[in-house]
């Protein structure tokens, strides 16, 4: 069919250059409804066309004339349209080549947005933390405050607190310069702490100061020479100890040099003698003062402090003042006071806790042998809270002297666990006299299970720690005796059975 149309539009329009069947696309319909018509329709088509043109050409002129206005308006329209679409096109341009510095502007000023955000929220936080911020910034003034009052120990708790804000928050800058300015601060009072040392002192003074500097963490870096005498003394990293003796010295000779150029020649040996008597080491006020902190000491701090009074007594024991024959006396008094108050704390607490009691009214299950508790406290003792809580403050106690205990205190500590056990014996008696007329068969029953369990195993088991805290083969070596005659002697020996025989008319056990 195309083909054929084809070769009807060459015959039609043999003019023509274009082949393309789309070009007659618009009188295919025209070109169908001629070849459905008859010859003589055909004939007459063209005059039909003639008139028919003539007709649209008329109409066409009648438009034109009748609407001459409206056409010169829409040229004069369209030559405006095309003038602003010029326009048009220019500002688009324009924009075109603004774009990419208006999109640069804008991401600036994003950013400068941003950070105005975080200045905003910055100066938020500051706003809300005021009150914190104005207590960081006086503590300048309190330091200095406290350093003109010599108030060393408020000075040091402001120290410790800014170097403690300084390594959580050493990247704030406020931080960093409050840091800064105490720690300024600080090092002028231990030049000034440091140079008192060298004024006559007493000395409970010097240690006081000695303290001060010691809790500051301040290193004192020594020459080879003096680093080659603290090793002889002491292997220690830092020499504040060997300026304190330097320091103390120089202040020595100067009193002595004062002396010597003060005093005639009849009175400088008295008042040379006088100076070593006094200011050298005074033993008494030492071992005075030594005692009175010994008594607010607790037992955590009884081993390093007593080893470093030994040092000490050692270090003087280099000029003839060994201390220890008065030191050792001292702390052999305080372990025993603080054993003995806590004894007699451990003992109240089981009479509190005996008239507080209530036998079980039904009968005990026995518990099975645990092999893991072999080396602890026996597990029976908890089937009955006051016997474990007596035991657990037995136990507590002799721990408070295990390390720092001397043996020579072995028979007090024997006779203070012997009078514990004899006071519980009587406690058990007291309150089985006062119950017993309300007990149950069960009651009376568990009471006898209680009364076997203080007899059999709490007692055996508290001397047995005190055997091994106080090992008998190292008292016999002391002692300068063999271990078999240490035992035949009874010296550590406890009798257990007389201490329980009271008991026996409870328990109807026969210890003897």
């Known amino acids: 069919m195309a083909h054929e149309v084809n070769e009807l539009c060459k015959l039609l329009f043999p003019d023509t250059s274009t082949e393309s069947v789309e070009y007659f696309n618009d009188i295919t319909e025209y070109i169908k409804k001629i070849g ?20 649209l050409t008329e109409k066409t002129q009648d438009l034109a ?16 349209i095309m003038k602003d679409l010029g326009k048009s096109k220019s500002s ?8 990419p510095q208006f999109v640069q502007d804008c991401e600036t000023f994003v950013k400068d947005a941003n950070s105005i955000m975080e200045d905003k929220k910055k100066l938020s936080n500051i706003r809300n933390h005021t009150d914190k911020l104005l207590e960081l910034l006086e503590l300048q003034t309190l330091m200095r405050e406290a350093l003109n009052c010599e108030d060393y120990e408020s000075a040091l708790d402001i120290y410790t607190f800014v170097q403690s804000l300084s390594k959580r928050y050493s990247n704030i800058p406020i931080i960093q310069n409050t840091t800064s300015e ?20 007493p000395l409970p003074h010097c240690l006081q100061i000695l303290g001060y500097l010691r809790r500051a963490n301040t290193v ?10 603290a090793d002889g003394v002491k292997n220690s990293s830092d020499g504040l100890h060997l300026h304190f003796l330097k320091a103390r010295n120089a202040w020595f000779e100067k009193a002595v040099e004062d002396a010597k150029s003060s005093e005639s020649s009849e009175k400088l040996l008295r008042r040379l003698v006088e100076l070593h008597r006094i200011h050298l080491f005074n033993v008494d006020e030492f071992a ?8 607010k000491e607790d037992e955590s ?26 030191m050792t006396p001292l702390f052999r008094d305080n372990v025993l006071i ?22 079980a009214s039904i009968k005990n299950v026995p518990r099975p042998i645990n092999e893991n508790m072999a080396s602890g406290p026996p597990e029976i003792l908890l089937d009955y809270y006051p016997l474990a809580e007596y035991c657990n403050g037995l136990l507590t106690v002799l721990n408070s002297i295990r390390i720092t205990a001397p043996l020579n205190i072995v028979k007090d500590v024997n006779r203070g666990f012997k009078m514990s056990f004899e006071k519980s014996v009587q406690i058990l008696l007291a309150f089985y006299h006062r119950e017993q007329q309300a007990f149950t068969d069960v009651e009376r029953q568990n009471y006898v299970s209680f009364c076997v369990c203080f007899v059999e195993d709490l007692v055996p088991y508290i001397c047995k720690c005190l055997s091994i805290s106080f090992p008998p083969s190292h008292i016999a070596e002391c002692l300068g005796v063999t271990l078999t005659v240490l035992q035949d002697s009874k010296i550590l020996h406890i009798a257990q059975s007389e201490i329980c025989k009271p008991l026996n008319s409870i328990t109807g056990l026969d210890l003897n």
């Open 36 to 55: 459905s018509q008859n010859w003589e329709q055909i004939s007459k088509e063209p005059e039909r066309l003639s008139e028919e043109m003539k007709h």
């Open 182 to 201: 105490i720690m300024t601060l600080w090092y002028e009072t231990l030049y000034h702490l440091f140079n008192q040392l060298h004024y006559d002192l």
């Open 301 to 326: 701090s009884f081993e390093s402090l007593l080893n470093q009074c030994l040092y000490l007594c050692l270090s003087f024991g280099r000029v003839g003042a060994d201390l220890r024959c008065v």
């Open 220 to 229: 004192f870096k020594s020459t080879e020479e003096e680093q080659l005498y």
């Open 65 to 80: 004339f009748t609407n001459y206005k409206t056409f010169v308006e829409t040229a004069e329209i369209s030559k405006t």
């Open 288 to 295: 005075a003062m030594l005692n009175e902190n010994l008594l």
């Open 338 to 359: 603080q054993f003995n108050s806590g004894l007699d704390k451990v003992n109240t607490q089981f009479e509190q806790s005996m008239r507080v009691y209530k036998v």
């Open 92 to 99: 688009v341009n324009q924009f075109l080549e603004a774009a």
